[in-house]
């Protein structure tokens, strides 16, 4: 009798090996599932950073560009601004030497014969000096930057 429980023991401790080793071989499995499940989504992973990446690099670009564009239409109004300065200041000397002629010529109402001709000359060079006037204030409209006014 003591040999059938020496075969009952052998027959649990076979069975508790391979249900150990069936254990063992699921675990294993297991673990190969989900090995393949880390490298598959670290691929993803990896797939969307460089998608990220390559997406900055054209917003960096893009930014870049967009500064440098910025950059030279600044420099353009810097420079507008600058020529409006001069033709206002041109045009202010213009309307006061158109003044001074005016004032001269009005001098010389009812003088001479000779008074006549330089006269007729002072009227010419205020002609010529309205004209200049009218001429750089149609230039500072051209070079003025849209919605601004003088």
Known sequence: MKWIGWVVAVI?????????HQGARSLRAAEVKINESLDELQTKADAQVAGYEAG????RK???KLRTETAAL?????????RKQ??????????EESERLRTTRDSMQGSSTEDR????????????ADRRVGLWKK????V??????E
Do not use: N
Request: aromatic fraction near 0%; charged fraction near 30%; charge should be negative.
């Open 62 to 64: 893009s930014l870049t």
């Open 74 to 82: 600044q420099t353009q109004r810097d420079e507008l601004e600058t």
């Open 86 to 95: 001069e033709l206002t200041k041109k045009i202010r000397t213009l309307t």
């Open 12 to 20: 649990v401790a076979i069975v508790l090996a391979a249900s150990r």
């Open 117 to 128: 001709e330089a006269r007729q000359e002072l009227q010419e060079r205020i002609g010529q």
């Open 139 to 142: 230039m500072i409209e051209m």
């Open 144 to 149: 003025q930057l849209p919605g601004e006014t």
């Open 56 to 59: 900055l690099v054209e917003r």
